[in-house]
């Protein structure tokens, strides 16, 4: 794998890792009500899920910052490949309550870098 490959790689799964950090923050820790301001799905769910979905994008956040080691690849991988699915998710939710015109451009492109992440630290021997 090239060196440009895996650095950039790794810039996307900084930038990744700060921006699930403080938005899981909120969710994990911020009032619901100023949740509900400026994420209008909260609306729609009970505040135990807003809750799990923050302390998720935190701990996933985490894993995007393992060390790119072979033993550990697969963490950063599972890392990227929940918050993936987090975006499709939200994207879907967002979709639902018409903000997906809002809501797509940006979970496309952290969708477009998960896969990134992913595709670079696919542990050996995985699945093409």
């Known amino acids: 794998m090239s060196i440009w490959l895996r650095a950039i790689s790794w810039a996307a799964r900084l930038l ?3 921006f699930f950090a403080f ?4 969710k994990a820790l911020g009032p619901i009500a100023a949740l509900a301001e400026h994420h ?3 609306m729609y769910f ?12 935190i701990s996933c956040a985490l894993a995007l910052l393992t060390p790119s080691f ?3 690849r697969s963490v950063a ?29 940006q979970n ?9 992440v992913a ?5 050996q021997g995985a699945l093409a």
């Not at 496309?108 to 896969?115: D, G, K, N, Q, S």
């Open 16 to 18: 990744l890792a700060a």
């Open 23 to 26: 938005v899981g923050y909120w």
């Open 40 to 42: 209008a799905w909260v």
């Open 46 to 57: 009970p505040d135990w899920f807003a809750r799990a979905v923050g302390w998720s994008e």
């Open 70 to 72: 072979p033993q550990m």
């Open 77 to 105: 991988f599972c890392g990227a490949a929940i918050l993936f699915i987090n975006q499709i998710i939200a994207l879907i939710v967002h979709a639902m309550h018409g903000e997906a015109a809002q809501a797509a451009p």
């Open 108 to 116: 496309l492109v952290i969708c477009a870098l998960l896969l990134l």
């Open 119 to 123: 595709a670079v630290t696919k542990p």
